[in-house]
């Protein structure tokens, strides 16, 4: 059996992996991301996101808050937790240091 610890972090590194494309408006390998790896239930939805915001002249999103279920309601298996990512996409000329 792995050490929780390990699951954790081996979770949190799939989980920057995604938030790091949408991040860098890489939409085309959002969906292949989450179904090769699990790491995002609605990959089509965050890839679309992306692809919209995207058409609407954004060049690149800010991470702006990312939680999971546990972190607001630390009930019953971490495993089981879903996380949520709260990102800004920005225009070029509004990019933030």
């Known amino acids: 059996m792995q ?18 494309l949408a991040q860098a408006m890489r939409a085309s ?24 915001a995207h058409t609407a002249r954004a060049r690149s999103g800010l991470l702006i808050d990312y939680k999971t279920s546990y972190d607001v309601v630390p009930e019953g298996e971490f495993r089981m937790a879903v996380g949520y990512a709260g990102m800004l996409f920005l225009a070029a000329e509004e990019n933030l240091p």
């Open 29 to 52: 390998e959002i969906v292949a991301e989450a179904a090769s790896h699990h790491n995002a239930c609605g990959g089509g939805a965050m890839a679309a996101a992306v692809m919209a």
């Open 3 to 20: 050490n929780p610890s390990f699951n954790s972090l081996n979770s949190s590194v799939q989980i920057a992996r995604i938030l790091l």
